[in-house]
């Protein structure tokens, strides 16, 4: 009887272990946010930002599928790029990626990132789409590297008792090491809201694709939707700030 029991048991804890984990509802949806450049005396809105968060599927992966839709103003688009919008899915099993696709211009002319996350063979599989040729890298898969839409999502869900934590971010055709850093709770930044404040620091290349600063800085809502209420990074010269729209 006891080594029936034992089984059973067994068998409960490892169905559980199997279990999609979900989400909060308050946590899906859609959150609109502007982007805005800081330099000096100039505070411009250069771009806004639909970033949604849903149920879906990967390859029959129970998945939650992250989109952001960028629309860039009209003035800024020779600076910043066309109108874009960027896929990813994370699997609902442990929050990891599985897959992350960033179509838009370059010089005016289509091409497309794409990462894969190969939990079979152990690998992401990089893919840079570009105007005249393709080109792939593999990187393992460690369970700590994520894309720029997967990240987001880490930072919403990850619990504020881990101080700090080893990220490394895909940026482009390459993978950079970093630090996501805790500091805690932060209240003088946005007034009227409670928001838990992170950093994180990459090493050897900047954020912006110009090759400045090393950080970004995320504040997040201490409700129950965590809600990604600002994203900053520095340029060069100045800051691009992400704002959640009131």
């Not at 103003?73 to 896929?87: E, H, K, Q, R, T």
């Not at 939990?119 to 080109?135: D, H, L, N, P, Y």
Request: aromatic content about 10%.
């Amino acid at each position: 009887m006891k080594k029936i029991l034992l089984f059973v048991s067994l068998a409960l804890l490892a169905a559980s272990l199997c279990e999609a984990r979900k989400l909060p509802k308050e946590t899906l949806g859609t959150v609109n946010y502007e982007i805005r450049y800081k330099w000096g005396a100039i505070n411009a809105k250069v771009a806004s930002i639909d970033l949604t968060l849903n149920e879906g599927k990967w390859e029959d992966h129970p998945a939650y599928h992250s989109r952001a839709v960028i629309k860039t103003s009209a003035v800024f688009s020779l600076f910043i790029g066309a109108d874009m919008a960027a896929d990813c899915y994370i699997a609902q099993s442990d929050l990891q990626p599985l897959y992350f696709v960033n179509p838009h211009k370059k010089g005016g002319k289509d091409v497309r990132f794409t990462f894969v996350y190969d939990r079979k063979a152990k690998q992401i599989e990089s893919t840079f789409e570009g105007v005249k040729e393709t080109t792939t890298k593999n990187f393992p898969m460690d369970g700590k590297t994520y894309d720029l839409l997967s990240v987001i999502e880490f930072v919403r869900f990850l619990e504020a008792s881990y101080n700090t934590v080893d990220i490394n971010l895909l940026l482009g055709e390459d993978r950079y090491p970093g630090v996501l850093v805790y500091q805690g709770k932060d209240t003088e930044k946005f007034p009227g809201r409670n928001t838990d404040r992170f950093v994180l620091r990459l090493t050897g290349r900047g954020v912006m694709e110009n090759g400045s600063g090393n950080e970004l800085t995320f504040w997040r809502s201490t409700g129950s939707d965590r809600k990604i209420i600002a994203l900053e990074a520095p340029v060069n010269p100045g800051f691009m700030t992400i704002r959640i729209k009131e």
